[in-house]
RNA sequence: GGAGAGAUGGCUGAGUGGCCGAAAGCGAUCGCCUGCUAAGCGAUUGUACGCCCGUAAAAGGUGUACCGCGGGUUCAAAUCCCGCUCUCUCCGCCA
């Protein structure tokens, strides 16, 4: 959410900063509202400030045994206009917290404009494309091969979007997702925490998933429960509604979750294999952060992110998302792409945001500067490190070997019984 | 699932209709005192939204709201009534 004082301020400049967005958003009903807002606002508060006043009376000439009952009439009737005005100003703010709600977050001054992925610069690339001297697999049938990924049995089980692993397939992404965590929290800094899986509404509002995108979450029926289609959901609500002393920030998270997507409007897209899932595990990293350190601390999460895909030996580049293809909530946002050779081509294995304060601000996220004791909203920053399933498809896809087996990269052999090759 | 108790400021905890944004204590900050530390003394100590004054930004003044959440009664609600949520205790069930 963008600071409404901020927004009553700069309207224009915000307007062009959501056009290269590619969202045309008309701000005149905002500004009609925020003036309307006010009005009823000084005039319910001068009522109250008079029946405050009043009240005081009331009570003394009871005390003296005076009657009251002129003014009592009186105040009885400034109760109902303020209860009319209260009806009125609570429609208005009704309407205004949905406006503001629904406006994205502003893009940093960095992020270049475009209107696609297409127009994504790349930043970075590392690491060597492997040669095959056979034509490589795409995972699927890498996976199905060698019996460990099972997408019939999984679409049986629950519907189309759902695998069963199996043996070392199952092994190896719980040796993904533990060799991750244990990264980030023994190089990186980060503290490890297993979070609900389910979350609520407020929380969902919080982190900017609700009230816009309902219809990718997965509700559970008959309760206020959502399905987190992130660990970023539970793990930035840690702190919704709390005041942090200055002193502990920054704040380092790193979480596994299964993460659970709708996925709605993407029928067609991805539809064979594990990239596109209802259900997929992914380590999350998050950061609470003072807004000065912000941008330097999006470079470190995202370094933190590619530094997994170096250990596992897998060539990938760093792409800056431009302004029409950045989420939401984001005000800057890197990809990390994993070369994936089964499909000659590189994919998305991670996200890395710096929200700002605009996740802050919905979730009321805040801290006291210990020098002025002054109240401010932290900075919010998330990425992924990594999506676990899309790591077991770049490790299938790379590793392959004309055999139809796959070498498990080194850096995981501790964490799978010491096995260093995946065969029938 | 059944029965009961509770939710007040950073914390402990008082407050059963007007004198309560809220006693007291603790903690914290600033000042005084002491050679240092401790003790002691004094002051300050929530958040949000408006308005005024003013500014580079602030400071300052003033009003309103907030005692788990939502609604009701009343001229007036932390206080009375209704609904909800959460916490605790006991019983049942259970990984």
């Known amino acids: 959410m963008l600071d409404i004082k901020y927004l009553r301020q700069n309207v224009e400049l915000v307007r062009e900063k959501m056009e290269k967005r590619g969202k045309n958003i008309d701000f005149s009903r905002f500004s009609a509202l925020e003036t309307q807002r006010r009005d009823i606002l000084q005039e319910v508060e001068t009522l109250r400030a008079e029946r405050n006043n009043v009240s005081k009376q009331i009570g003394e000439l009871k005390k003296k045994k005076e009657d009251a009952s002129v003014i009592i009439a009186r105040m009885g009737e400034v109760s109902n206009k303020i209860k009319e005005l209260d009806e009125k100003l609570r429609v208005t703010e009704e309407e205004l917290g949905a406006f503001v709600m629904a406006v994205p977050n502003i893009q940093h001054a960095s992020v270049p404009v475009g209107t696609s992925s297409e127009d994504n610069p790349v930043v970075r690339q590392w690491g060597e494309k492997p040669a095959f001297a056979f034509e490589p697999k795409p995972h699927w049938e890498i996976g199905e091969n060698l019996q460990i990924l099972d997408f019939e049995r999984g679409a049986k089980i629950a519907g189309a979007r759902f695998t069963l692993y199996r043996g070392l397939g199952a092994t190896l992404e719980r040796a993904v997702i533990n060799f991750m965590l244990d990264l980030h929290t023994g190089e990186h800094g980060y503290v490890e925490v297993l979070t609900p899986f389910m979350a609520n509404r407020d929380s969902m509002t919080g982190t900017g998933q609700l009230p816009k995108f309902e219809e990718d979450l997965f509700h559970?029926?008959?309760?206020?429960?959502?399905?987190?289609?992130?660990?970023?959901?539970?793990?930035?609500?840690?702190?919704?509604?709390?005041?942090?002393?200055?002193?502990?920030?920054?704040?380092?998270?790193?979480?596994?979750?299964?993460?659970?997507?709708?996925?709605?409007?993407?029928?067609?897209?991805?539809?064979?294999?594990?990239?596109?899932?209802?259900?997929?595990?992914?380590?999350?990293?998050?950061?609470?952060?003072?807004?000065?350190?912000?941008?330097?601390?999006?470079?470190?999460?995202?370094?933190?992110?590619?530094?997994?895909?170096?250990?596992?030996?897998?060539?990938?580049?760093?792409?800056?998302?431009?302004?029409?293809?950045?989420?939401?909530?984001?005000?800057?946002?890197?990809?990390?792409?994993?070369?994936?050779?089964?499909?000659?081509?590189?994919?998305?294995?991670?996200?890395?945001?710096?929200?700002?304060?605009?996740?802050?601000?919905?979730?009321?996220?805040?801290?006291?500067?210990?020098?002025?004791?002054?109240?401010?909203?932290?900075?919010?920053?998330?990425?992924?490190g990594l999506a676990a399933g899309r790591t077991v498809v770049a490790i299938l896809e790379n590793y392959q070997q004309a055999d139809g087996s796959v070498i498990i990269p080194e850096a995981l052999r501790p964490y799978m019984r010491g096995k260093e090759k995946i065969t029938i």
């Open 220 to 384: 559970v029926d008959k309760t206020d429960y959502y399905l987190i289609p992130t660990a970023e959901v539970p793990v930035t609500n840690i702190y919704r509604d709390e005041i942090l002393e200055e002193k502990i920030l920054p704040v380092y998270y790193v979480a596994y979750s299964p993460c659970f997507r709708a996925e709605a409007g993407s029928y067609g897209k991805d539809t064979r294999g594990l990239i596109r899932q209802h259900q997929f595990n992914k380590v999350e990293m998050v950061k609470f952060v003072k807004p000065e350190t912000s941008y330097d601390e999006l470079e470190k999460l995202t370094l933190n992110a590619e530094e997994v895909l170096k250990r596992l030996g897998i060539a990938y580049r760093t792409v800056t998302l431009c302004s029409g293809d950045l989420g939401f909530s984001s005000a800057k946002t890197y990809d990390v792409e994993a070369w994936m050779p089964g499909q000659n081509a590189y994919r998305e294995i991670s996200s890395c945001s710096n929200f700002e304060d605009f996740q802050a601000r919905r979730a009321s996220i805040r801290f006291r500067r210990e020098e002025s004791d002054k109240v401010e909203f932290v900075h919010t920053l998330n990425g992924s």
